[in-house]
């Protein structure tokens, strides 16, 4: 057992290699102005078309991650959960767990008692060291163990029973869903398992905030726009839909 949590740097390996490909880019850009003729032409435009579409959001991945670690203050999405204090022994599932970064800080501002399940896919692509064992881990070491039950699961397909939460949240999760009516199951399957009256908490990055395309420049298109999300939650019978932008990042509270 580790005596520190381990949550891993979010696409390490995408960071990885768009930092190689983008100084690449970059190094060909620079050469260009040390030459002469077509092939100078030719290194500028192509350099700078691959510095705008992989350095810049390598970059922008590292410098969010380091952001992350130091635990963003504006960005707590524990704060805004008000029904963990308002339900007595809540039963709380976090879909895309991954290693247990923001379903152990649930974890641990419950003080009414009850349960956090969380469910994940396990690709090490997303989170570096993301595993079933890894998350089981750092729950031990951040003394939650007995309060949180993880197994693997997608959002499409969650393997729990109708009506089984009093709280569902899902973070940055539903715009990796690449079928093309993924995204609408996985609404359907937050509201099955939700009980009636259930709170749903849906983070995603806005596409058109200035932070997000600061950070990710044309990767920005990953993501999509605040009325997306809107639009599919009122199709699936959720209401009473509040949404709040935190610095690009958009949080919906919804009910069953």
């Known amino acids: 057992m580790e005596d520190k949590p381990k949550y891993g740097w979010y696409v390490k390996d995408l960071i990885i290699g768009f930092n190689i490909i983008g100084l690449i880019g970059l190094s060909a850009f620079i050469y260009g102005f040390l030459i002469d003729g077509i092939a100078q032409i030719f290194l500028i435009i192509s350099g700078l078309a691959v510095v705008l579409v992989f350095l810049w959001p390598g970059i922008g991945m590292i410098i969010l991650n380091l952001y992350l670690l130091r635990k963003i203050p504006k960005i707590d999405l524990i704060a805004r959960m008000k029904a963990l204090d308002e339900i007595s022994n809540p039963q709380i599932l ?119 395309i600061a950070f990710s420049g044309l990767c920005c298109f990953v993501f999509k726009h605040k009325d997306y999300w809107e639009k599919l939650l009122k199709e699936n019978k959720f209401k009473n839909i509040i949404y709040e932008n935190i610095t690009g990042f958009g949080i919906f509270t919804v009910r069953k």
């Open 94 to 212: 976090d879909v895309g767990c991954g290693t247990g970064r923001t379903a152990i800080k649930i974890a641990k501002a419950l003080k009414n008692g009850g349960h956090l399940f969380g469910i994940d896919i396990y690709s090490k692509m997303a989170i570096s060291g993301n595993s079933l064992d890894t998350v089981q881990n750092n729950a031990i070491v951040e003394k939650v163990e007995e309060r949180t039950t993880f197994k693997n699961g997608s959002a499409i397909d969650i393997p729990f029973e109708n009506n089984s939460f009093d709280i569902v949240n899902v973070s940055s999760v539903l715009h990796e869903i690449h079928d093309p009516n993924g995204q609408d199951k996985a609404m359907k399957e937050l509201y099955r398992v939700l009980k009636p009256g259930g709170y749903l908490y849906l983070s995603e990055w806005n596409r058109t905030s200035w932070q997000l």
